[in-house]
């Protein structure tokens, strides 16, 4: 229109109210086990109030009909990545805005320290940065004589620096030698033994000795090296010697004078003179002394030959032995037919005994076991008959108990 004089013109601004705030991700590096399809955390806060939302790489998020001048924020929750482009203070909205955040994956340090059990350093400290996610394994040094507490050190790698202390121990299986010299009568030094053993490292050790017939452990002897501490790389040596016992020679002890030989005189047997009768002049007959060899008080005379037959005393034995067969017998068999043994058998059992009785008192009377053996004499042949008599006997008792068994049986 056209103006004039005393014309108020009002302008009315209403703000805004259709700005827009486009939240864009891009991840430039990946972490171990992240890819493209790895979703991404965000806090967006328009003028005091939060939402949560996600995104993948290269995807974005818009926030529309924004009032001109809102406040806002954006942050992201990515642990193990350096993020930029946030937005961490509140900015007023003043134009359509496009937020891009970026991220890269983050190297934290890993140290391993190598110490021995007193926390001296047993070898260089290890340092080196590694990417999140990644995974690491490190041999831990070989050392002498020690044994490490993590032979190798492995792991993923977090948000935080890893620090890793390997501890070596002295080990229980370092070696060490122990040598064995023998030394001779005249000074000579030879070689004869070398025993590998093991123990732990540092550790201080005996020697122990062997046992040598004729020899002397000397432990003064030169070279001597009886105790030692075991090194680490194994190179302990022991040395013992031993020296050669002094011949000790016996004093000379002459011969006992031998006895001159003395021949055993023969042995002659007694001469048996019969009586004589010499008559007298009167017509009567005197009767000469009787020399023979007499039976004292009415017992049988043993063998005057010297000797004792082995015969006899097999024969007496197969005599007993059938007795014992006999009483045996009764008593296996006398639960079968009682009231038959009680009456029948005894005379069979009684005769048995009564013949063994005869064959031991013969034997004893005739044969002197003092003597030499020989397989017969005079008297075989009665300890035979004995014997004989003492098997009639015994089968004599079986045919009656068969007899009289079948008899019980059938009635």
Same mark, same amino acid.
């Given at each position: 229109?056209?103006?004039?004089?005393?014309?108020?013109?009002?302008?009315?601004?209403?703000?805004?109210?259709?700005?827009?705030?486009?939240?864009?991700?891009?991840?430039?590096?990946?972490?171990?086990?992240?890819?493209?399809?790895?979703?991404?955390?965000? =806090?967006?806060?328009?003028?005091?109030?939060?939402?949560?939302?996600?995104?993948?790489?290269?995807?974005?998020?818009?926030?529309?009909?924004?009032?001109?001048?809102? #406040?806002?924020?954006? #942050?992201?929750?990515? /642990?193990?990545?350096?993020?930029?482009?946030?937005?961490?203070?509140?900015?007023?909205?003043?134009? @359509?805005?496009?937020?891009?955040?970026?991220?890269?994956?983050?190297?934290?340090?890993?140290?391993?320290?190598?110490?021995?059990?007193?926390?001296?350093?047993? &070898?260089?400290?290890?340092? @080196?940065?590694?990417?999140?996610?990644?995974?690491?394994?490190?041999?831990?040094?070989?050392?002498?004589?020690?044994?490490?507490?993590?032979?190798?050190?492995?792991?993923?790698?977090?948000?935080? =620096?890893? #620090?890793?202390?390997?501890?070596?121990?002295?080990?229980?299986? %370092?070696?060490?030698? !122990?040598?064995?010299?023998?030394?001779?009568?005249?000074? #000579?030094?030879?070689?004869?033994?070398?025993?590998?053993?093991?123990?732990? %490292? @540092?550790?201080?050790? @005996?020697?122990?000795?062997?046992?040598?017939?004729?020899?002397?452990?000397?432990?003064?002897?030169?070279?001597?090296?009886?105790?030692?501490?075991? &090194?680490?790389?194994?190179?302990?040596?022991?040395?013992?010697?031993?020296?050669?016992? /002094?011949? !000790?020679?016996?004093?000379?002890?002459?011969?006992?004078?031998?006895?001159?030989?003395?021949?055993?005189?023969? !042995?002659?047997?007694?001469?048996?003179?019969? /009586?004589?009768?010499?008559?007298?002049?009167?017509?009567?007959?005197?009767?000469?002394?009787?020399?023979?060899?007499?039976?004292?008080?009415?017992? !049988?005379?043993?063998?005057?030959?010297?000797?004792?037959?082995?015969?006899?005393?097999?024969?007496?034995?197969?005599?007993?032995?059938?007795?014992?067969?006999?009483?045996? =017998?009764?008593?296996?068999?006398?639960?079968?037919?009682?009231?038959?043994?009680?009456?029948?058998?005894?005379?069979?059992?009684?005769?048995?005994?009564?013949?063994?009785?005869?064959?031991?008192?013969?034997?004893?009377?005739?044969?002197?076991?003092?003597?030499?053996?020989?397989?017969?004499?005079?008297?075989?042949?009665?300890?035979?008959?004995?014997?004989?008599?003492?098997?009639?006997?015994?089968?004599?008792?079986?045919?009656?108990?068969?007899?009289?068994?079948?008899?019980?049986?059938?009635?």
């Amino acid at each position: 229109g056209t103006l004039t004089a005393d014309t108020t013109v009002t302008v009315e601004n209403t703000a805004r109210t259709d700005l827009t705030l486009t939240v864009e991700k891009d991840v430039a590096s990946y972490a171990v086990g992240d890819d493209k399809d790895t979703e991404f955390t965000f =806090t967006v806060t328009i003028n005091g109030t939060p939402q949560s939302i996600t995104l993948k790489d290269a995807t974005s998020r818009t926030f529309d009909n924004l009032t001109y001048g809102s #406040t806002y924020t954006v #942050t992201e929750n990515a /642990p193990g990545y350096t993020t930029t482009g946030e937005v961490t203070k509140e900015v007023p909205l003043i134009r @359509n805005e496009d937020v891009t955040v970026v991220n890269t994956t983050q190297s934290y340090p890993l140290i391993i320290n190598y110490l021995y059990a007193d926390g001296t350093p047993a &070898a260089p400290q290890y340092s @080196n940065s590694f990417t999140f996610k990644d995974s690491y394994q490190i041999p831990s040094h070989t050392i002498a004589g020690y044994t490490p507490s993590i032979p190798i050190v492995t792991g993923v790698i977090p948000t935080n =620096t890893v #620090t890793v202390n390997v501890i070596y121990s002295a080990s229980t299986g %370092t070696a060490y030698t !122990v040598q064995h010299f023998l030394v001779s009568a005249g000074g #000579t030094v030879t070689l004869d033994g070398i025993d590998n053993l093991a123990g732990t %490292t @540092n550790a201080i050790v @005996n020697a122990i000795p062997r046992t040598y017939a004729s020899y002397t452990l000397n432990r003064s002897y030169a070279g001597t090296v009886a105790t030692g501490t075991i &090194a680490p790389d194994g190179s302990t040596v022991l040395s013992l010697y031993y020296v050669a016992n /002094p011949v !000790v020679v016996p004093p000379f002890v002459p011969p006992a004078a031998i006895p001159p030989f003395v021949p055993a005189p023969d !042995v002659v047997p007694p001469v048996v003179v019969a /009586p004589v009768n010499t008559p007298l002049t009167s017509g009567a007959v005197a009767e000469a002394p009787d020399n023979s060899t007499k039976i004292n008080d009415g017992k !049988v005379a043993k063998d005057s030959g010297g000797h004792w037959a082995l015969l006899n005393l097999l024969l007496t034995l197969l005599t007993a032995l059938l007795m014992i067969l006999i009483l045996l =017998t009764y008593a296996l068999r006398k639960k079968d037919h009682e009231e038959y043994e009680a009456k029948k058998k005894g005379i069979i059992r009684l005769s048995s005994i009564a013949v063994t009785i005869v064959a031991v008192v013969v034997f004893v009377l005739t044969e002197d076991m003092t003597l030499p053996m020989k397989w017969l004499d005079e008297y075989t042949i009665w300890m035979a008959l004995i014997a004989v008599v003492q098997i009639g006997v015994t089968a004599l008792s079986k045919k009656k108990y068969e007899e009289k068994y079948k008899e019980v049986k059938q009635s």
